[in-house]
């Protein structure tokens, strides 16, 4: 996906809260792979290190040349001592980090003291969920971005990106392919893809 189709608005309120020494963001959104290239993209453009960490594969550096903590740190807790640790100026994405501080007193007040101390440094957390809200511990911490669903640039793309596959064959005059991309606004990126690829699939071709 094009990152330059990527929303204006998000990185502009993320380079706002950013500049401001908000410490600890979070944002609710299922659509986690176009958030993190989004992310990626506005921080390789800004010279900024972009860290990512989840269950399941743990640290990763998704911008910048930041050495990953060692040894790398699995646990709750213990990720949040290595970021306390951490001197660069970047973002750190936890991704699903609400599955970690559900009756999780100690792992809440640990992030707090995290970025209660990061105020007046150059590095934040993002947490990424499917759905809030954040603990009532965090809630004068945290900043809340909205992260819009795709707009009509980014459909666009997915939809060319469909037709350029073998054997489509696309009947579609501009207005028409204007329509389609309208009916499909409010949808997720990878809703969009299945009703896109659906009409194909039914009939190969995307027609009025």
Not at 10 to 21: M, Q
Not at 27 to 51: M, S
Not at 71 to 83: N, Q, R, T, Y
Not at 183 to 194: E, I, M, T, V, W
Request: aromatic share 6%; proline share 7%.
């Amino acid at each position: 996906m094009r990152q330059e189709v990527a929303s204006l608005d998000f990185i502009n309120e993320l380079e706002l809260a950013l500049r401001s020494r908000c410490t600890l963001l979070w944002v609710a959104t299922v659509e986690e792979e176009r958030l993190i290239e989004a992310l990626a993209a506005d921080c390789a453009a800004k010279k900024r290190t972009l860290l990512l960490w989840d269950h399941a594969d743990f640290f990763q550096i998704l911008a910048g040349e930041h050495a990953l903590p060692s040894p790398m740190p699995k646990d709750p807790l213990s990720v949040l001592e290595a970021i306390e640790k951490m001197s660069f100026s970047g973002l750190v994405v936890l991704r699903d980090f609400h599955q970690c501080w559900h009756n999780q007193p100690r792992v809440v007040r640990k992030l707090r003291n995290v970025v209660q101390k990061m105020k007046y440094t150059r590095l934040s957390v993002l947490v990424s969920m499917p759905a809030g809200p954040v603990p009532p511990e965090l809630r004068d911490e945290a900043v809340q971005l909205e992260f819009p669903p795709p707009g009509t640039a980014e459909l666009d793309d997915i939809l060319q990106r469909l037709l350029a596959g073998p054997n489509v064959r696309a009947d579609l005059t501009p207005e028409a392919r204007e329509r389609a991309l309208t009916a499909a606004l409010g949808l997720s990126a990878n809703q969009a893809l299945r009703v896109f690829a659906k009409a194909i699939v039914s009939e190969g071709v995307l027609d009025e």
